[in-house]
């Protein structure tokens, strides 16, 4: 069955919202009804639910967590789900929704290429509803959809959803989100999920899952230059074949755009050119190498390069750089020590940076820029960062792969901040 | 969605193979004494044509290692011998008898199943040859304190995986740092599915132990679950021996996980190659965890504590 139908590859993409706007509901909703949720599992969480004295089958168990949380109440970290519908497989980052829980909210958007924000109809957009938008601007996801849910409890009203769709849209237009659509819901009766339901009749657009079979995937969006951060190097001197006595491979997954065989490039940090002699998979050929590709490449020219150096086009140089302005969201309890020297990786290459400056901080609530001494944890900042070694940046919202870095405590080896290149 | 011009975009199986190579060289290139682990199953069969996929023509830049239970199936062990010759890589095997030896590993009674233990005898080795990482082919898909799981995930010295103090992990920048005596387990199947599994074996021709495929065997019905018995072992001793009164019956199953002999049970099928077994795994109502693995139903969060204690 994998060979016929038409594959549409993976869609990686992010709920927000906390427990209250129906989010569990609605992923139990979507894994319930594409039938990925199987009869086990069903039968656990129909006995949780009868133990827990309510009347129908709660799908919102489905995305019951750790026994830590159980026991808080609370989900403290991103979990990932997964579905499919034959045509497409889908990643969910499911983060938790709580102010406290922005550095999980950053994470989980990290890797989406669309994000779900879920608004209760009875109370419309909320504080919440605006941080969560802004943080997905911020993250550079490329594609909303704004799910008006429990839309059973406001007696299906379009003026209901069409009265937050305006509200929506004028905060939106401040943050400048530009692709946005909207759904009316209900997660618990899975009215627009995946089935119509016959409840929202007034509503003519896609259902959710349509929405989602629709939307593109990663990288499919930009005409991007070739970047590929060299993460290890392939030398096999095998003295019992002399083919490979000379093979110098260079290792790595092609960050943005394409490269083909014939194409000239330039080797960073040293700057040497030379030509792309053959591009392989496991040693085997292929003609070229697309975005999101771990690919071996050889050279025409032997060129001393190792683990972080950068292969681009020679035409499509970029920048060698040893301060940055990015936006940076603190995640560790202990604040930011202005003092202290951390390790930033960025790509395949670290360097030591200090920081320079604060320029301001974010306030996520009131959308407001803040003058700041230090960056505490959950905190998003505009800084400055003064490096040791050079790195090959673009800005992130140009390309991710290239304009994201996270900033790493030597000390105790922790990952205590993200920040993405301005 | 806004108009844009589409380029070719992966399939769901070529992104997911990238990705796994990604993951794979960055152990490589952050780590310096990395091991993957090969059990001759499933998961970690893909897991070597990765490795392939991301090395050759160079030797893997690691050794492999299994844990042997010593109550592994004959065919598996054999298998597993054998794809680590063809590949002329490095195989180590460490075994939960030899912990049991030691007195490192204490069954609470014979039968116990040794499937827990092999967590101590993990720890032993990864102290004898001083690896900093663990390559595993555990997926997020499988259980719920697996979907949770970093895809590089820190353990101290005891080996215990802390949920509550996990590293932030974004994009793909990943952190493998360790002092001496911590370690890292890696996965770079963490985002497949089963089903993913097998449409990926069956892309690659990717050859599997035979009980993989539909066989008949003798078992007996406990508690619900098919129980093989009389199950030989290396060693040609039997195992899984039925107890008083249960009724011996020849049956054609397969296995969908192949783990201890005390703890995986397979299920009923007439599945005897890949297709097949795809398309049953597109239409089957129990998850694979659920139908086959004894340990996980003992409590809600039996795979959560035995990660706390070092386990995969």
């Not at chain 1, 038409?6 to 919202?17: A, P, V």
């Amino acid at each position: 069955m994998s060979a016929q139908v038409e594959d549409h590859g993976l869609l990686r993409f992010l709920t927000c919202g906390s427990v209250d706007d129906g989010k569990s509901t609605l992923i139990g909703r979507l894994l319930f009804d594409t039938k990925t949720i199987l009869a086990d599992t069903l039968s656990a969480i129909a006995k949780t639910s009868e133990k827990r004295g309510l009347g129908a089958v709660d799908l919102s168990l489905l995305t019951d967590g750790l026994q830590a949380e159980r026991e808080q109440g609370i989900t403290i970290d991103v979990a990932y789900r997964y579905f499919s519908t034959g045509t497409r497989k889908y990643i969910i980052a499911d983060a938790p929704g709580h102010e406290q829980y922005t550095r999980n909210m950053v994470t989980a958007a990290s890797t989406a290429n669309l994000a779900i924000i879920l608004i209760d109809a009875r109370k419309g957009v909320l504080t919440q509803t605006r941080r969560h938008s802004k943080l997905a601007a911020l993250v550079g996801i490329p594609h909303l959809i704004v799910a008006i849910n429990k839309m059973d409890l406001v007696d299906y009203s379009q003026e209901t959803y069409e009265r937050i769709k305006g509200e929506y849209l004028e905060f939106a237009a401040k943050v400048g989100i530009e692709d946005i659509r909207f759904i009316p819901l209900s997660a618990l009766n899975g009215d627009m999920i995946v089935d119509r339901g016959d409840s929202l009749n007034w509503y003519d657009g896609p259902t959710l899952l349509e929405m989602l079979e629709a939307a593109p995937a990663a990288h499919t969006e930009h005409t991007e230059k070739f970047r590929f951060p060299v993460q290890y190097v392939c030398r096999p001197q095998d003295s019992a074949n002399p083919d490979l006595h000379d093979y110098r491979g260079f290792m790595g997954r092609v960050e943005a755009g394409s490269l083909k065989v014939g194409d000239a490039v330039t080797v960073l940090p040293n700057g040497l050119t030379s030509t792309v002699k053959a591009i392989q998979i496991g040693g085997v050929d292929i003609p070229e190498a697309v975005t999101e590709q771990s690919v071996t490449i050889l050279l025409a020219d032997e060129i001393d390069t190792s683990r972080g150096d950068m292969i681009v086009k020679s035409s499509e140089v970029p920048a060698a750089v040893k301060q940055i302005e990015a936006t940076v969201c603190w995640m560790a309890e202990q604040p930011m020590d202005r003092a202290r020297t951390y390790l930033i990786r960025h790509t395949t290459r670290d360097s030591k940076a200090k920081l320079a400056a604060i320029d301001h901080r974010l306030d996520v609530n009131t959308l407001e820029k803040v003058p700041a001494e230090k960056l505490a944890m959950n905190d998003i900042a505009q800084v400055t960062f003064k490096l040791a070694q050079p790195l090959f940046a673009d800005p992130y919202l140009e390309n991710r792969g290239t304009g994201a870095f996270i900033i790493i405590d030597e000390s105790n080896n922790n990952t205590v901040g993200a920040g993405m290149i301005l | 969605m806004t108009q844009t011009t589409q380029r070719a975009t992966l399939s769901h199986l070529d992104w997911l193979e990238a990705e796994a190579i990604h993951i794979m060289r960055e152990v490589a290139g952050q780590c310096s004494n990395p091991v993957l682990l090969f059990s001759g199953g499933k998961d970690s069969i893909c897991m070597l044509r990765i490795a392939e996929k991301a090395f050759r023509p160079g030797k893997f830049p690691f050794p492999l290692m299994h844990i042997d239970t010593g109550h592994n199936y004959q065919e598996v062990v054999a298998f597993r011998d054998k794809r680590a010759a063809e590949l002329g890589e490095r195989l180590i095997v460490r075994s939960v008898e030899d912990s049991m030896a030691r007195g490192t590993v204490v069954l609470k009674h014979e039968g116990e199943s040794r499937n827990k233990h092999q967590s101590v005898t993990l720890l032993e080795a990864i102290e004898e040859f001083g690896f900093d990482a663990c390559i595993g082919g555990a997926r997020r898909d499988e259980e719920k304190a697996r979907a949770k799981e970093r895809i590089f995930s820190f353990r101290d010295e005891f080996g215990q995986w802390d949920p509550k103090n996990q590293r932030p992990e974004l994009w793909s920048l990943y952190n493998a740092r360790s002092h001496k005596g911590e370690n890292i387990r890696a996965f770079p199947i963490s985002n497949w599915t089963e089903m993913d599994v097998w449409q990926y074996i069956e892309r690659e021709g990717l050859e599997l132990p035979s009980i993989y495929f539909a066989h008949t065997r003798p078992v007996v019905m406990r508690q619900g679950a098919i129980v093989p018995v009389n199950v030989p072992l290396v060693s040609g001793e039997l195992t899984n021996l039925p107890k008083a009164g249960e009724e011996i019956i020849d049956l054609q199953v397969r296995f969908r996980t192949v783990g201890d002999i005390s703890c995986t049970a397979p299920v009923e099928s007439d599945a005897d190659n890949v297709e097949k077994i795809v398309l049953e795994t597109a239409t089957t109502t129990i998850t694979e965890r659920g139908a086959t693995r004894l340990d996980d139903q003992t409590s809600e969060a039996s795979m959560e504590q035995r990660k706390k204690e070092g386990y995969f």
